[in-house]
Protein backbone atom coordinates (compact mmCIF):
# COMPACT_ATOMS: atom_id res chain seq x y z
CA UNK A 1 0.00 0.00 0.00
CA UNK A 2 1.36 2.99 -0.39
CA UNK A 3 -0.33 6.54 1.37
CA UNK A 4 -0.22 10.15 0.45
CA UNK A 5 -0.25 13.04 2.28
CA UNK A 6 -0.84 16.41 0.87
CA UNK A 7 0.18 19.58 2.89
CA UNK A 8 -0.69 23.37 2.18
CA UNK A 9 1.33 25.15 3.53
CA UNK A 10 -0.73 28.59 3.16
CA UNK A 11 -3.20 27.02 5.12
CA UNK A 12 -1.13 25.25 7.31
CA UNK A 13 -3.69 22.23 6.69
CA UNK A 14 -3.05 18.27 6.21
CA UNK A 15 -5.47 16.07 4.00
CA UNK A 16 -6.27 13.02 5.91
CA UNK A 17 -9.84 11.27 6.75
CA UNK A 18 -11.31 8.75 8.86
CA UNK A 19 -11.59 4.85 7.51
CA UNK A 20 -14.98 3.56 7.97
CA UNK A 21 -15.56 1.34 11.28
CA UNK A 22 -16.37 -1.92 9.32
CA UNK A 23 -13.06 -1.80 7.11
CA UNK A 24 -9.76 -2.50 8.29
CA UNK A 25 -8.35 -0.81 10.97
CA UNK A 26 -11.51 1.16 11.16
CA UNK A 27 -12.10 4.27 13.20
CA UNK A 28 -8.62 5.23 12.18
CA UNK A 29 -7.08 8.15 10.51
CA UNK A 30 -5.53 7.67 7.24
CA UNK A 31 -3.65 9.21 4.09
CA UNK A 32 -5.29 9.27 0.89
CA UNK A 33 -3.32 6.86 -1.48
CA UNK A 34 -3.14 3.65 -2.96
CA UNK A 35 -1.10 1.53 -5.37
CA UNK A 36 1.12 3.11 -7.59
CA UNK A 37 0.47 1.82 -11.49
CA UNK A 38 3.25 0.14 -13.12
CA UNK A 39 4.77 3.46 -15.29
CA UNK A 40 3.45 5.55 -13.17
CA UNK A 41 5.10 8.43 -10.84
CA UNK A 42 4.31 8.75 -7.08
CA UNK A 43 3.30 11.88 -7.91
CA UNK A 44 0.73 11.11 -10.41
CA UNK A 45 -0.63 8.15 -8.37
CA UNK A 46 -1.32 10.55 -5.87
CA UNK A 47 -3.23 12.85 -8.15
CA UNK A 48 -5.16 9.84 -9.22
CA UNK A 49 -5.73 8.69 -6.02
CA UNK A 50 -7.15 11.69 -5.06
CA UNK A 51 -9.41 12.42 -8.15
CA UNK A 52 -10.49 9.02 -7.75
CA UNK A 53 -10.90 9.28 -4.15
CA UNK A 54 -12.85 12.67 -3.56
CA UNK A 55 -12.96 13.73 -6.71
CA UNK A 56 -10.72 16.37 -6.84
CA UNK A 57 -8.39 17.83 -8.89
CA UNK A 58 -5.08 18.50 -6.87
CA UNK A 59 -1.84 19.94 -8.21
CA UNK A 60 0.84 17.92 -6.90
CA UNK A 61 3.96 20.17 -5.70
CA UNK A 62 7.60 18.51 -4.53
CA UNK A 63 8.36 15.59 -1.99
CA UNK A 64 8.79 16.20 1.29
CA UNK A 65 11.39 14.18 2.66
CA UNK A 66 12.11 10.78 1.93
CA UNK A 67 9.44 8.14 1.80
CA UNK A 68 8.98 5.65 5.22
CA UNK A 69 7.19 2.74 5.80
CA UNK A 70 5.41 1.59 8.46
CA UNK A 71 4.46 -2.69 8.74
CA UNK A 72 1.38 -3.54 10.09
CA UNK A 73 0.15 -7.25 10.77
CA UNK A 74 -1.72 -6.57 7.18
CA UNK A 75 1.08 -5.96 5.69
CA UNK A 76 3.77 -2.72 4.85
CA UNK A 77 2.97 0.71 4.43
CA UNK A 78 4.87 3.05 2.17
CA UNK A 79 4.23 6.79 3.01
CA UNK A 80 5.35 9.64 0.61
CA UNK A 81 4.33 13.24 2.11
CA UNK A 82 4.01 15.78 -1.09
CA UNK A 83 3.75 19.81 -0.61
CA UNK A 84 0.50 20.54 -2.62
CA UNK A 85 1.37 23.55 -5.59
CA UNK A 86 -1.19 26.20 -5.28
Known amino acids: MQGV ?10 LAGKRDADRLVGGMWEFPGGKIE ?7 AAKRELEEEFHDE ?17 GIVKLTVFLQNC
Not at 5 to 14: G, S
Open 38 to 44: KGETPQE
Open 5 to 14: AIIDQDKNEV
Open 58 to 74: VKIGPQLGKTVSYEYDF
